[in-house]
Antibody, heavy 120, light 110 residues
């Protein structure tokens, strides 16, 4: 059974870079036909799509975050990563990783999420 | 890209049916059938309930159904149960090869 687990610092200072990792177990991140993505949810608010990466390495990002976001994959570690630069308090959120079947809107499974707070 | 429009809240009594709407544009909901719905209980990760407008993943109750007309997708929960009380989000692919969520709907079973 495929499982995803997010990890990273729970506290990041303003203007610094947020870096998170999503470890995939029970399956390979190299399998063709899947997108691996990040979604976030500020406390008490709705979901926001951040971006995704295809098995070919092709990426798509939310236009509102595109200048600050990088999503990559480390196949040797079976991990997905997220880097968000120049963070502010508005980037405080629970960050989720998820897998989506290519050619569908089926995103499943999701990780349990990790809370990142931006504060000095 | 603008968030899809959902009602902030919908309520119903046990056994009743409710419908949640998700309104977008011809550049997202109206342009293809890549619309999904997620259920989220407090403190939990979202759970996929419907994908590609009307498909139910294995294990999801057949009380859950989805549909679409023009730029509006809908999620219907029939035979409402207490366990259905949660937040629901729609999610659509866009013509810019990105994805957008709705603002979320809180379902209350009264």
């Amino acid at each position: 059974q495929l499982q995803l687990q997010e990890s990273g610092p729970g506290l990041v200072k303003p203007s610094e870079t947020l870096s998170l990792t999503c470890t995939v177990s029970g399956g390979s991140i190299r399998i063709k036909g899947y997108y691996w993505g990040w979604i976030r949810q500020p406390p008490g608010k709705g979901l926001e799509w951040i971006g995704n990466i295809y098995h070919t390495g092709s990426t798509n990002y939310n236009p509102s975050l595109k200048s600050r976001v990088t999503i990559s994959v480390d196949t040797s570690k079976n991990q997905l990563s997220l880097k968000l630069t120049s963070v502010t308090a508005a980037d405080t959120a629970v960050y989720y990783c998820a897998r989506r079947n290519g050619g569908t809107s089926q995103s499943d499974p999701w990780g349990q999420g990790t809370l990142v707070t931006v504060s000095s | 890209q603008s968030a899809l429009t959902q009602p902030a809240s919908v309520s119903g009594s046990p056994g009743q049916s409710i419908t949640i709407s998700c309104t977008g544009t011809s550049s997202d909901v109206g342009s293809h059938n890549y619309v999904a719905w997620y259920q989220q209980h407090p403190g939990k990760a979202p759970k996929l309930m419907i994908y590609d407008v009307s498909n139910r993943p294995s294990g999801v109750s057949n009380r859950i159904s989805g549909s679409k007309s023009g730029n509006t997708a809908s999620l219907t929960i029939s035979g409402l149960q207490v366990e259905d009380e949660a937040d629901y989000y729609c999610n659509s692919y866009t013509s810019s090869s990105t994805w957008v969520f709705g603002g979320g709907t809180k379902v209350t079973v009264v």
